[in-house]
């Protein structure tokens, strides 16, 4: 049974700011008292935005620890925040996961000698503990402490304010693309030619050496593309490519900014070689992010599924382009698509890969490698064991049909 009391919760702020975010939008505390270190405490007023974000609107009052604060400064601070509580007539509860073990010690310990309610929020088995040092955390959360009550109330964009701020925009709708990355994925002797029509010796650009002013991508608009019939039409449908004549090209609709821009040097250069980077992109290898999303969404596990969307921080900080993201119940699920590559390629990725990772969602992140084209059997064993040891899961073609595949483990 739950009782429905006004509650003010009590918690450590460390860099894993899930485990901070979870029980305020479980409990939904009228107060949240906030106990940081100075190199914490910028990520408090965070999860109270997130939190916001979701729904849950709650008021924070910040406690400010030493840099390495001591069991009994914690234990002190929480007693604090105990009776600040108690005095508004709102119910203790302390959250002892955060911070340093001397931290989570010191808060355990004020929960205990005050016999209020405490939970430890157990990331790996999504559940909250119950403390035991006061009344029963069933009476606030009901019988079920697992995070699946609360998972309606996550999205990507409440996970990322929370980590920092994080702001995913976008996300583009991969189904008009679905027919062409299908075939592709299909027909390998297929797509071979087309990464060649794109990034072969006689291709577009070759090397992946893509044009670096207006006057050099007006020329490119200008060459035909050397589809095979069937690619060139799905493409044409998707808005990959466009005809002039007979032949396939670029799409054309930015040829009179390129054009401004080579003789007045006026306008957007980066939106006038958007669309153009786009089809370039997609053709050479980027198709296959298309069907990775499309597996992931077929198999039912990930909830706000995006693709391509952009992830920046603070308001002057760089936009980075995600393959993949999504949620996999109150955890990121983030996915980097790679056509192929070198196995020293590879092995470096998965250190970018989990460092973008944990950016967005924390150390509490599922990552996944997804490669199209297959390595040598000793490289993807020795990229296979790297992956392993960082709790990567390397998604390969012949895994798309296996529903169980995303599945943890």
């Known amino acids: 049974m739950v009782f429905f009391v006004k509650t003010a919760l009590i918690q450590l702020i460390s860099e894993q700011t899930m485990q901070n975010l979870l029980p305020v939008l479980a409990l939904k505390p009228d107060k949240v008292f906030h106990l940081s270190t100075p190199k914490m405490s910028a990520r408090s007023p965070n999860i109270v935005e997130a939190a916001k974000k979701a729904r849950v609107d ?18 002190e601070a929480v007693m604090q925040s105990i009776d600040q509580a108690r005095n508004l007539g709102l119910n203790p509860v ?17 929960a205990m000698r005050e016999q209020v309610s405490s939970l430890y929020v157990d990331t790996d088995h999504r559940e909250f503990l119950d403390g035991g040092t006061g ?110 004549g007979s032949v396939f090209r670029l799409p054309q609709e930015t040829r009179h900014s390129l054009e401004t821009l080579a003789k007045e040097k006026i306008g957007n250069y980066f939106s006038a070689i958007r669309p153009l980077q786009f089809s370039l992109a997609f053709l050479s290898g980027a198709w296959w992010e298309v069907v990775v999303a499309d597996a992931a969404e077929r198999c039912q596990r990930f909830n706000d599924l995006r693709w391509s969307v952009n992830v920046s921080g603070s308001q002057n900080s760089a936009v980075r382009e995600e393959d993949i993201i999504g949620l996999d119940g109150v955890q ?33 992140t599922r990552r996944f490698l997804a490669v199209y084209k297959h390595l040598a059997e000793k490289p993807a064993a020795e990229l296979q064991r790297r992956a392993s040891e960082m709790g990567v899961k390397i998604i390969k073609p012949e895994d798309l049909n296996n529903p169980s595949f995303f599945a943890e483990g």
Not at 166 to 187: E, M, P, R, T, V
Not at 336 to 342: H, T, W
Not at 343 to 349: G, T
Not at 352 to 364: H, P, T, V, W, Y
């Open 58 to 75: 709650t008021v924070l009052d910040d406690f400010y620890l030493s840099e390495m604060p001591r069991i009994n400064e914690v234990s």
């Open 94 to 110: 302390v959250n002892f996961t955060g911070g340093t073990k001397l931290m989570s010690i010191g808060a355990y310990e004020a």
């Open 135 to 244: 009344g029963k955390l069933k009476t606030l959360l009901g019988d079920n402490l697992g995070f699946e009550p609360i998972q309606k109330d996550l999205t990507l964009d409440v996970i990322g304010l929370a980590n920092g701020g994080k702001k995913i925009n976008g996300g583009g709708n991969w189904k008009s693309f679905l027919a062409l990355a299908q075939y592709l994925f299909d027909s390998p002797d297929v797509e071979d030619q087309v990464w060649d029509a794109i990034h072969g010796k006689q291709g577009l650009c070759p090397g992946g050496k893509e044009p670096r002013d207006a006057s050099n991508w007006l020329e490119l608009l200008n060459i035909n593309i050397n589809l095979p019939g069937s690619v060139g039409e799905l493409a044409l449908k998707a808005g990959i490519i466009c005809k002039v």
């Open 332 to 364: 990121v699920a983030y996915f980097s698509c790679k056509r192929g590559g070198q196995k020293q390629r590879l092995l470096s990725q998965l250190d970018e890969l989990n460092n973008r990772a944990q950016s967005i969602g924390g150390r509490f």
